[in-house]
């Protein structure tokens, strides 16, 4: 056994504690028939990630996961990896081609895609080494990447399997485009933020007025994007309103472009909207597509991919977007259409990836039918086969998925899967084909081959003029398909067949609709069986001001800046303290002092425990015999509670109730282990009872610890004694402490609490009247028959640690100047006389009381001044009340402690 240093030093622990870990294979797990299987996949991280606040809490909470059902003594399986991240990736490396003034186009396709794997082999790996410094342990033998070859080729068999079963198709359709990026984007990578713009009141001349219509000789419409009305081919009203109904047959021209426009009526226009009539431009809006296929009307594109206006928008070709509409409302201007504009707030759909406002495009792009996916999926979660942490994400879940829009899987960059379909370019229209290959909502239909590989010549013609589609598969087709692909699937391995369904999911809410729902959809379609039984869905990390952590606002605090600053442990424990199931995080970098001073904690406490044990004393093999050893009321009571926050954190991990867990075990062995049984224990630290229950309730609370704070609970406990027939030479592989729930006694603990309660009354008593800390004064404690032999057993305890020269217990009267404290049936006196200057001290506590009087006085008025009330931040208000309430409680107990001396 070797003495501890004074001081714990992280950085001269973790590194060397996380190399042996690796070294000895402790992370690897195989198909094992003698144990049950506990598996957990990772969220990928993207290859351009690097470590922040949010993986940091998210990848802890797995870790816990992860080394508490290792030491249940599941075979426990954690599968890492990495996700191309095909926009990103493609940008961070056209952004790093430019700076040598390069562009992807002169390279073209093949030497560009070699560059981006130059990257990956070079950068992609950084945010694996920062999860190792977090401490993960990860199985990183079977670390894999979103296109590696065995998970390529699971998404060219799900691509095969999903287009031969009419599930994938291609469309021209309406989709969410980024002129930045210059590709679709699903529903969901299309993340919508309320905008402050404008409404814009145009008039559209009608080509032959009509003398019913009296002096209307134009309909106004209103719209927050005038640019597309270069691109309009009809203006829609409702049936029912009545301002409109003259307007059948009728012919409106286009300002500007003088284009004829027809008058359709369909119930889909809101008559509360604008003006009631909607301009229709079907090639630029979801709802103004819908109308154009119900109505049979043109499609007409009037942007480039890069939002630039194209040559139908005659004088406004190649100006942006932004800059068309400005031109637009000038040229309305002039010619006496422009009626007003009015600020609007609206939603309007972002790029996730670079947030460049997405334009709604016409184009034809690869689609999956999700509806027949959706409903086994829905089915699994309405049984509970898979259960949501929190609970009330189960109804989002179930909503989204019953509301359940068709995926565009298609995405027009270079970096991905690219999509296994090959067009031949001599087949001509033929039967064979056209039976099995449908462009939807196009006239247009042509030969297509769907293979893992290049066709040599078209299966019809013969011809080898065969071109496979440029574009490339969604970065989550990959993604979705992680629970089983890492596994070995399509292929039957037998890590496939042991770990699969996964036991649980621990993600953020971002991505339930991006990921979670799908690798349900893909679990339940392609193995017959859930991916998952148990999602938990965690809280975003915010600073300490409730706003969302960001590069752009300055306010992130980097992880690994806060573990060279506090350790690793000091990271993990502190970030789960505050983190309650499913709330957002509030974190400030103080916040890191908690997990750091409780490591110091528990290093100075294992420290002293470690000096003071006889080893040769201590039979470590006889610990658990408790029953067998005469024990004080001290001794049982430790035991009790120590038992009790096993089972309590046991309960919470099993609930994810993680911060419930750690806190249970802060409070533990900080405020009753060290607080208080250790120092009980001084006066009999030689007796062998104490020897062994310090050692065990230390060697027990370092495995309790370990899932939370693995680097210094390993470095103590690979100090400590250990019974010859233990389980391998880290506390990593060691067992979960057993529950002995006989040790568990409620008596104990309510004696003990008494006890306590006592100690801490004459403490308290002490400090509020100024008594020297080193001095030895006199008590007198007040009790019956019930409590006396409990305060006479344990009278020792009492004097030693509320430093008590003489204590007297019994039914006594109370002492002259005498200060008291209640506690339960028990009156606790501590005489002042000779102690301390007492009329010193009333003066010192009158003067106290008095100062918060005026201070409360001075809240009050502030808080009747409605000027303040409604105008200052709820916060500021609220932390005012706070401290006028507490300065009353504090006025009431110095009158009260006034009061009781001269009782």
């Not at 402050?196 to 009141?201: A, F, S, V």
């Not at 500007?256 to 909607?278: C, M, Q, S, W, Y």
């Not at 606790?828 to 100062?851: M, S």
Request: hydrophobic share 40%.
């Amino acid at each position: 056994m070797n003495e501890l240093p004074k001081a714990y030093s992280p950085h001269e622990v973790e590194d060397r504690i996380y190399k042996s870990w690796e070294e000895k294979g402790y992370f690897h797990a195989s198909p094992n028939p003698d144990k049950k299987p506990y598996s957990i996949v990772i969220p990928p991280p993207n290859i351009t990630g690097i470590l922040h606040m949010g993986h940091a809490l998210n990848n802890t909470i797995q870790d816990i996961l992860i080394r508490f059902k290792r030491m249940q003594g599941f075979e426990t399986e954690w599968m890492p990896g990495t996700d191309h991240a095909g926009i990103a990736t493609q940008n961070v490396v056209e952004r790093s081609l430019a700076k040598e003034g390069i562009k992807r186009q002169d390279l073209g396709r093949e030497k560009f895609i070699e560059e981006v794997w130059k990257w990956k082999e070079q950068y992609g790996s950084t945010i694996i080494k920062q999860l190792k410094k977090l401490g993960c342990s990860c199985d990183w033998e079977r670390t894999r990447f979103t296109m590696d070859e065995g998970l390529s080729e699971a998404v060219l068999e799900v691509f095969i399997r999903l287009y031969e079963k009419g599930l994938i198709y291609k469309g021209n359709y309406i989709i969410n485009w980024c002129p930045r990026c210059q590709t679709a984007l699903s529903d969901e990578e299309s993340q919508h933020k309320d905008v402050e713009g404008m409404l814009y009141y145009i008039k559209y001349q009608i080509k032959t007025p009509d003398k019913r219509l009296k002096t209307i000789e134009h309909v106004v419409v209103a719209t927050t994007r005038p640019e597309t009305m270069l691109g309009d081919v009809a203006v829609a009203v409702n049936p029912k309103d009545k301002r409109y109904k003259n307007l059948k047959d009728k012919t409106l021209i286009l300002p500007l472009l003088n284009r004829e426009l027809k008058v359709i009526f369909d119930p889909i226009v809101d008559l509360k909207f604008g003006t009631g009539a909607l301009k229709v431009t079907p090639a630029h809006d979801p709802v103004d597509f819908e109308l154009g296929s119900r109505h049979d009307l043109e499609k007409i594109n009037v942007m480039n991919p890069d939002a630039t206006i194209n040559s139908i928008g005659g004088e406004y070709e190649g100006m942006d977007r932004f800059e068309a509409r400005e031109a637009i409302l000038e040229d309305l201007k002039e010619r006496g259409l422009f009626i007003k504009s009015e600020p609007h707030r609206h939603a309007v759909g972002h790029c996730y990836r670079c947030h460049t406002m997405i334009e709604p495009r016409l184009s034809p792009q690869w689609f999956v039918k999700m509806k027949p996916l959706a409903k086994p999926a829905i089915e699994v979660v309405k049984k509970g086969k898979i259960k949501f942490y929190p609970v009330r994400w189960t109804k989002v879940y179930l909503d989204w998925m019953n509301s359940i829009r068709d995926w565009c899987i298609s995405r027009q960059i270079w970096w991905g899967h690219r999509i296994p379909v090959y067009y031949c370019k001599n087949c001509s229209e033929t039967g064979i084909l056209k039976s099995k290959v449908r462009i939807q909502n196009s006239k247009f239909e042509k030969g297509i081959i769907v293979s893992k590989i290049k066709p040599e010549k078209c299966p019809i013609c013969g011809s080898t003029e065969i071109e496979q589609d440029p574009d490339v598969l969604d970065t989550w087709f990959s993604s979705w398909l992680w629970p089983f692909s890492t596994f070995g699937w399509p292929k039957s391995e037998p890590e496939l067949k042991y770990f699969y369904p996964t036991d649980s999911l621990v993600t953020a809410q971002e991505i339930i609709f991006f990921w979670v729902a799908r690798m349900v959809m893909a679990g339940m379609e392609f193995m017959g069986d859930i991916p998952f039984k148990n999602v938990y869905i965690h809280g975003t990390v915010r600073d300490i001001a409730g706003t969302k952590m960001s590069k752009s606002l300055g306010n992130i605090i980097d992880p690994l800046d806060m573990v060279e600053k506090y350790g690793t442990d000091a990271l993990r424990f502190s970030i789960i303290s505050i983190t309650a199931q499913g709330q957002d995080v509030f974190l400030a970098e103080g916040k890191f002092e908690l997990g750091r001073n409780f490591a110091n904690k528990i290093w100075n406490a294992s420290r002293f425990i470690l000096m003071n044990l006889k080893p040769d004393e201590v039979d470590v093999s006889l610990c658990t015999f408790f029953k067998a050893m005469k024990l004080s009321l001290s001794e049982k009571w430790i035991l009790s509670r120590f038992y009790s926050t096993l089972k309590i954190v046991t309960t919470c991990l099993g609930e994810y109730r993680f911060n419930e867990a750690a806190n249970s075990i802060y409070e533990f062995f900080w405020h009753e282990f060290c607080d208080w049984y250790i120092e009980i224990a001084k006066s009999t630290i030689n007796e062998k009872t104490s020897q062994v229950i310090l050692y065990k309730i230390l060697e027990k609370s370092l495995r309790m610890l370990h899932p939370f704070m693995p680097f210094v609970t390993e470095e103590i406990w690979q100090k400590l004694p250990h019974e010859k027939d233990h389980v391998g030479d880290s506390i990593m592989v060691q067992p979960w402490p057993h529950l002995q729930k006989e040790m568990i006694s409620s008596h104990a603990e309510s004696e003990m609490g008494k006890l306590i309660e006592i100690i801490i009354s004459i403490r308290n008593m002490r400090s509020v009247w100024n008594v020297e800390p080193i001095l030895e004064i006199n008590a007198v404690i007040k009790s019956h028959k019930k409590d006396k032999k409990l305060i006479f057993d344990n009278a020792d305890i009492i004097k030693r640690l509320a430093k008590i020269s003489d204590l007297s217990i019994g039914m006594l009267a109370k002492p002259k100047n005498a200060a008291v404290s209640i506690v339960g049936a028990v009156e606790v006196y501590v005489p002042l006389e000779g102690v301390i200057d007492i009329e010193k001290e009333r003066t010192r506590l009158e003067k106290e009381a008095a100062g918060f009087e005026n201070e409360i006085k001075r809240f009050r008025k502030r808080l009747k001044d409605k000027n303040f009330t409604s105008k200052a931040p709820k916060g500021v208000v609220e932390k005012q009340k706070e401290r006028k309430a507490e300065l009353q409680l504090r006025i009431k107990k110095l009158k009260a402690n006034l009061k009781d001396i001269w009782a």
